[in-house]
């Protein structure tokens, strides 16, 4: 009985054929004729195929081609131009490259919604501790620049530092007020020592916060985000009305000016398409800019005047002075802000579709962050902060590159520098900024609440957890001042109403949905056993 191998025709023969051939399985082989047409038509496509595939488009050794591309990711000088028009094939919206000039646009865009926070910020910092002019413009040319650069590594993610979403960066807010609380106590080179102090400070800690963030689902950032949108829309509104109890508080004309902005707005967003519905929110703020002008509310005479160039000066209250019981409390603040942190984070990625690694993604948040504050310390500035403001442009408009919140630093960079560009847009009436504000800001208190319908609140742990978190939350937002009564160091984290509210989700959520589940399961393991 021959073998398998001796039956098998000698290599480059093609097998016996006739009435008799068989195939191993039994079945006719092909005739000779149609054998043979096959194998010239196979020559014939092989020799096409290597005329018209070009050398980058065949196989390459590793997968590799020429040109340094991956197979079946684009060639950076082939992506498309435009995420709203189609991105191309495997490069997400976010990472985009854009026409420049419509990328300046849409930085300008979010430049404009958010430079009145960095001058009202540091004009209340002139006021609060009565400084020269010239301190003010320098610190005012630091607040721009440092924003700048904290936006570009947000952006661009260079390392570790930054998630490369489109965020911009700021100071302001509760850091501010830490920051005039602890120089007015202290001494403003305390202050500033205590900004550094709390910016390494953030490094050390951020491993352990990083552990934690497995206890931050979708129902705690869900309720945080809300409370920030809510907590966002009032200093949107505030911006509108004043202070209450100030004077010219819900001032008439300031009021018109305001909603006017968001008629404006909704105009613009329903009547244009394209590019021109994307800067709806700019050309709000410009309509009511011209509206202000028009009826002379603005003063240009704060435009005019002064020196082309103003460089930010390195420590211009002098050497920072190191004093850790006085920073204790704006280092209490940096875990509340880390949390902030988190929830930005988690809600800009959904804000531009992309899908993040929270273990991984939000550090770099925080990192950036931390990095531009230390570096904010030594030129006279309270912490810095990521924008909640850019995250409701990105949502209006549409448009997620990220190279466009860079292009935002950009500018903000050339506004610290350019004196001229940054008296010019601080004449814009704080109404109108305002007005633009509220909408933007109410975006997302709605991704916020996006959040909390993927948060299985048909469970009615799930609805408690929120309601007890939001009514938490937004006590210090609705009632100012309600725990004035309290000591000033635990003041600080109450009135912080993002704070609270992320705290008790947390650990209600953990009480509820991890802890409780465990002694159940252990009881009723107890009693199964005690029925034995």
Request: charged fraction near 10%; proline fraction near 8%; hydrophobic fraction near 50%.
């Amino acid at each position: 009985m021959s073998s398998p191998r001796q039956s098998r025709p000698p290599a480059g023969q093609l097998p016996a054929s006739g009435p008799a051939a068989k195939h191993p399985a039994g079945e006719p082989t092909a005739p000779p004729s149609e054998i043979s047409e096959l194998v010239d038509t196979c020559e014939t496509v092989n020799s096409q195929l290597t005329h018209t595939i070009s050398p980058d488009e065949r196989p390459h050794p590793e997968g590799h081609r020429p040109d340094g591309a991956r197979p079946g990711i684009p060639h950076p000088d082939t992506t498309g131009s435009s995420a709203d028009e189609g991105a191309s094939p495997g490069v997400h919206p976010v990472d985009e490259s854009r026409p420049l000039g419509r990328i300046l646009l849409f930085g300008i865009q979010h430049v404009l919604v958010m430079a009145a926070t960095p001058i009202s910020a540091i004009f209340l910092m002139s006021a609060t501790l009565g400084l020269r002019a010239g301190l003010t413009v320098d610190l005012l040319s630091a607040a721009f620049v440092l924003s700048g650069v904290g936006s570009l590594i947000q952006s661009l993610g260079p390392w570790k530092f930054g998630p490369r979403l489109p965020f911009v960066m700021l100071p302001g807010g509760a850091p501010l007020i830490l920051f005039l609380a602890i120089a007015e106590q202290h001494g403003v080179r305390i202050a500033t020592g205590a900004v550094v102090l709390t910016a390494v400070f953030t490094f050390v800690v951020l491993p352990v916060f990083s552990r934690l963030l497995a206890y931050f689902p979708a129902l705690v950032i869900g309720t945080m985000i809300v409370i920030v949108g809510v907590n966002l829309v009032k200093v949107g509104a505030v911006l509108v009305t004043g202070q209450p109890g100030s004077p010219g508080f819900a001032n008439p004309t300031n009021l018109g000016l305001g909603m006017a902005t968001i008629g404006f707005t909704i105009v613009f967003y329903l009547l244009f398409t394209g590019i021109l519905r994307q800067l709806a929110v700019m050309l709000g703020l410009f309509a009511g800019t011209a509206l202000a002008a028009g009826i002379g509310v603005i003063d240009g005479a704060g435009a005019i005047g002064g020196g082309l160039v103003n460089l930010p000066h390195l420590m211009p209250f002098g050497s920072p002075e190191f004093n850790l019981v006085a920073a204790l409390p704006l280092m209490l603040y940096s875990l509340a802000s880390m949390a902030e942190a988190t929830g930005q984070t988690v809600i800009n990625a959904e804000a531009v579709g992309k899908t993040i690694d929270k273990r991984t993604d939000v550090p770099k948040t925080v990192r950036a962050d931390a990095l531009t504050s230390l570096f904010g310390g030594f030129f006279g500035l309270p912490l810095m902060v990521t924008s909640g403001e850019n995250i409701g442009i990105v949502r209006v408009t549409g448009v997620r590159s990220r190279f466009v919140t860079a292009a935002a630093g950009v500018v903000l960079i050339v506004i610290g520098i350019l004196a001229p560009v940054t008296r010019a847009i601080s004449v814009i009436p704080t109404a109108v900024v305002g007005g633009t504000a509220m909408v933007v800001f109410a975006v997302i208190t709605v991704l916020g609440i996006q959040m909390l319908g993927r948060s299985d609140l048909d469970k009615h742990t799930s609805t408690f957890i929120c309601a007890v978190a939001l009514a938490l939350g937004l006590l210090p937002i609705l009632v100012p001042g309600v725990y004035g009564a309290f000591p000033p160091n635990v003041r600080i984290l109450l009135e912080s109403g993002v704070a609270v509210g992320t705290f008790a989700a947390a650990v209600l959520n953990i009480l509820f949905h991890h802890v409780r589940p465990g002694v159940a399961a252990r009881l009723t393991t107890a009693r199964t056993e005690g029925d034995r």
